[in-house]
């Protein structure tokens, strides 16, 4: 019943942007706080963003100042802007909700994003 689905990857070259969107069903979305994790081979599952339900963000030192996360509340989407793309930043991207006051966790199926130089 719940369902969050992205958009928007595929094979890019270094150096150029894209934007993920994640569109989200079954949850009051606005209850939810958002983010964005990707998984490259060999490597864990690491957060690049989140977006809370008072539309605060987060970002690492990894990605901080390349992407962005927004999220459009009417929509029920929650989006990731990235710019000047790295070789390092090829991964599934996977889109995530929390509820944190009921404890719920809902996640994508992710989407890949692959970055040639």
């Known amino acids: 019943q719940v369902q969050l689905v992205e958009s928007g990857g595929g094979l890019v070259l270094a150096g150029g942007s894209l934007r993920l969107s994640c569109s989200a069903s079954?949850?009051?979305?606005?209850?939810?706080?958002m983010g964005w994790y990707r998984q490259a081979p060999g490597n864990q599952r690491e957060l690049v963003a989140t977006?809370?339900?008072?539309?605060?963000?987060y970002y690492p030192n990894s990605v901080l100042g390349r992407f962005t996360i927004s999220r459009d509340n009417a929509k029920k989407t929650v989006s990731l802007d990235i710019n000047s793309l790295k070789p390092e930043d090829t991964a599934v991207y996977y889109c995530?909700?929390?509820?944190?006051?009921?404890?719920?966790?809902?996640w994508g199926e992710g989407i890949l994003v692959t970055v040639s130089s």
């Open positions: 079954g949850i009051v979305f606005s209850n939810f706080d």
């Open positions: 977006i809370s339900s008072f539309h605060r963000t």
């Open positions: 995530n909700a929390v509820d944190r006051r009921g404890q719920e966790d809902y």
